[in-house]
């Protein structure tokens, strides 16, 4: 059987794939792995050790009902739960880490469109959970198990002031306000509609909202990190210093400068290694990145005396490497970028905050900044209906051998094989685009060819 948990937690078409029965069997086993609320109710310890949880969602529609089948599984199962609200991902795992909660749980599908949902799980901390630790919760589903009752069923209240906390959090880690600055933010109608415009503004910038107005279908649509025409034209138009954009669970941001140009995730570490560079910040001079970060990143690092390390596509991944070796800054090309002096997990509003710290404190705008590297063109493209157990093929691998003597040093060449479908990615930087696609497709038809 395929595993149930993805890249990031459990996902599917809310009430097909993701149904209430499947969330409230998924919150039982989280509870008796994570909060070990079975050793609770098997002791009958009094009510001070109780474990607890805390729950947040976006604001789409189906969290509504999700929400209780996820707080009916947790309480049902001995665990005090906190009802955060509608409240971003990160968020949801500072306020598990500073309310000293057992577990988090946070409803959100992300950048998927509304008709989808996803339930993540967070540890103590405020951490991803391991492979290791979703399997075991995917391992126990649907165990029998013996349920408290009387005064051993968990207690349920809702907490939504516990918002404030976390926007005074993120204002306490910076270190210069942003007076003076016009900001237009993206909120994709999603968690951060409330929480980003707000902090941004006692920040000290003056902000315009876009996708601020949820109605519960409408997240991610035609705004947000993956939809950034509406922002660019806002920008613009307002003659503002520059847009900061979020996904529907504000994990990730990606900024518009005043000209309307798109600064990527890349573009935006490389401002913010830069700067921390600059003032001894960066733990061992050193940022992670994937596999799939752009080569113009690297090479602008390596011209700053910056070292990078590379994972597996993944935030959770950089995440595990940073953790390991005490490094502090590290992200992806989409927007997740992972500042660990401050942060479990990636946070757009905490991203954003500090990206436009550095504007305001150096007073160069977002364009000049964000020039410290130039993105290399980068073609993509997925091989569909291949067996993608044979990317490693010789005759594949000795091709890409000879697309990179062909590159040199001013190209990349990675193959990468679908996690989750029957494709192989084919991705290729060039000192041009027109080479980067010549090479691209040229590989591609090797790849159909020999993995067929």
């Known amino acids: 059987m395929a595993r149930l948990f993805g890249t990031d937690g459990v996902r599917g078409v809310a009430g097909r794939d993701l149904t209430a029965e499947l969330a409230m069997d998924l919150a039982v086993a989280a509870a008796h792995v994570l909060g070990d609320a079975g050793a609770f109710a098997a002791t009958g310890s009094s009510r001070k050790s109780r474990p607890v949880a805390v729950v947040g969602r976006d604001p789409r529609a189906s969290g509504e009902f999700l929400e209780a089948a996820v707080v009916a599984g947790l309480a049902a199962s001995g665990v005090d739960v906190l009802r955060l609200g509608v409240l971003p991902t990160p968020a949801v ?105 707000e902090a941004l503004v006692r920040a000290g910038a003056r902000v315009e909202s876009i996708g601020a107005r949820p109605d519960g279908l409408n997240i991610n649509a035609g705004h947000g990190s993956t939809h950034l025409d509406k922002l660019q034209q806002v920008v613009v138009s307002r003659g503002a210093d520059l847009g900061v954009a979020y996904d529907g669970d504000a994990d990730r941001c990606l900024a518009v400068d005043h000209t309307g140009a798109i600064v990527d995730g890349d573009q935006i570490m490389a401002v913010l290694a830069a700067a921390m560079h600059g003032e001894g910040l960066l733990a061992k001079e050193t940022v992670v990145a994937t596999v799939m970060s752009n080569l113009g990143f690297k090479l602008a690092m390596r011209e700053a005396g910056i070292t990078v390390v590379e994972t597996a596509v993944g935030d959770r991944y950089v995440l595990e490497r940073m953790k390991s070796d005490g490094f502090n800054l590290g992200g992806e090309q989409s927007g997740h970028v992972i500042m660990l002096d401050h942060a479990t997990t990636g946070d757009g509003l905490l991203t954003s905050l500090h990206l436009l710290g550095v504007v305001a404190k150096s007073g160069v705008p977002l364009k000049e900044l964000a020039s410290v590297m130039t993105p290399l063109p980068q073609i993509l493209i997925n091989v569909k209906g291949v067996d993608k157990g044979k990317a490693s093929d010789p005759e594949l691998l000795a091709a890409v051998a000879e697309a990179e003597a062909e590159l040199g040093e001013t190209g990349r060449v990675l193959i990468r094989p679908s996690g989750t479908e029957p494709m192989i990615r084919v991705m290729v930087e060039a000192a041009s685009e027109e080479h980067a696609g010549l090479v691209a497709s040229r590989l591609a038809d090797t790849v159909r060819t020999t993995c067929a």
């Not at 075991?136 to 907490?159: H, K, N, Q």
């Open 93 to 197: 795992a500072h306020l598990t880490a500073a309310l000293g909660a057992d577990l988090g749980v946070m409803l959100s599908a992300s950048h998927n469109p509304a008709p989808d949902n996803g339930i993540k799980f967070l540890a103590k901390g405020g951490f991803k959970l391991s492979d290791a630790v979703e399997d075991e919760i995917e391992r126990r589903l649907g165990e029998e198990w013996t349920f408290p009752v009387g005064s051993g069923v968990g207690r349920v209240r809702d907490a939504y002031g516990e918002a404030d906390r976390y926007i005074s959090h993120v204002l306490t880690t910076m270190s210069a306000a942003l007076d003076g600055l016009s900001i237009v933010v993206d909120c994709a109608h999603g968690a951060a509609h409330m929480v980003a415009p």
